[in-house]
């Protein structure tokens, strides 16, 4: 009996092939649990590896030599095609480092590989990974990256300066463009009580960046698996609309700002306070908003 071919290369998704490297949970979601299921919707097909698996009690790590074995493993059976390369929490050095040689594998296969990280680190003033993990992104990591959304606290680790205004903003987008990628979303900020997203796309060297931001309402909640959700709904529209960023960016935020609303009142229906605890996202509750956005919130354009 022939081997069947594999009809994801065979016959690819028109948008595309996606490996997504990060966490993982039994339960709830965050990390790829957060990630897969939104860009299928959207049309993509997901290979995920999990870095770390939670469950309630204990996690299990992948280490950088399993990884190597997973993509050589692919490799083997001619399974390296992918478009775009998806990278959220990685917990120690050694495996970032072989994030790095994964990169570089899978450019050497498909040297247009779309690489969107996000550089989970920390929030709100705190790390949350080894302090190692920092400069390993800044130096090694970010000038191979396509796309970074990072939120504030990390882009001011990546930058080395505090972003206290939207000048702040808009100057650590320039600082990291010259170190490597050619979209950056800050996707959130937090000053004088309002909360926005800044996005900056540089479209061709020599020329300033087109960089915008988007004013987001606050909800007095506590979610998790938020960060993970925001940058595949980022990879997933942008790949899209690949010369608008702002126009992913809208639609990236409908996406998510109608899913929390959808979370919070879900919690209120059972009588449970949304202000008292983190909330698990309705992921699989808010399908129709993730393939049909309503965009109720419009990127505005710095001149």
């Not at 299928?40 to 290979?47: I, N």
């Not at 050589?72 to 390296?80: S, Y």
């Not at 959304?149 to 990546?158: C, G, K, M, S, V």
Request: glycine content about 8%.
């Amino acid at each position: 009996m022939s081997r069947a071919p594999i009809l994801a290369l065979a016959l690819p998704s028109g948008t595309g092939r996606v490996l997504s490297i990060q966490s993982h949970t039994v339960q709830g979601y965050v990390g790829n649990k957060s990630a897969v299921f939104p860009l299928q919707l959207l049309g993509y097909d997901v290979d995920p590896i999990n870095s770390v698996q939670f469950s309630n009690h204990t996690g299990q790590v992948l280490d950088g030599e399993q990884l190597w074995d997973l993509i050589e493993g692919l490799e083997v059976n001619n399974l390296l095609y992918y478009t775009h390369l998806l990278t959220g929490y990685i917990g120690s050095v050694s495996f970032l480092d072989t994030i790095l040689k994964v990169v570089e594998k899978l450019r050497s296969v498909n040297p247009g590989l779309i690489y969107v990280c996000d550089p989970v680190m920390g929030d709100e003033g705190k790390l949350y990974v080894p302090s190692q993990l920092v400069s390993v992104y800044r130096e090694k990591v970010v000038p191979v990256a396509s796309m970074l959304t990072p939120n504030q606290f990390e882009a001011e680790q990546l930058t080395g300066f505090r972003i206290s205004s939207e000048k702040d903003g808009l100057e650590a987008c320039r600082v990291l463009h010259e170190a490597g990628p050619s979209k950056i979303v800050i996707t959130s900020l937090n000053m004088d009580g309002h909360l926005f997203l800044i996005g900056s796309h540089l479209k061709s060297k020599g020329h300033p960046p087109e960089q915008f931001k988007i004013v987001i309402p606050k909800i007095p909640s506590y979610f998790t698996g938020t960060g993970d959700l925001m940058t595949a709904l980022l990879l997933g529209w942008s790949n899209k609309s690949p010369d608008d960023l702002g126009k992913a960016s809208e639609l990236a935020v409908a996406s998510l700002q109608a899913l929390l609303q959808r979370t919070v009142a879900d919690y209120e229906k059972v009588g449970f306070d949304p202000k008292s605890s983190s909330l698990e996202i309705r992921l699989i509750q808010s399908q129709d908003d993730i393939r049909h956005p309503l965009v109720r919130f419009k990127a505005e354009r710095y001149s």
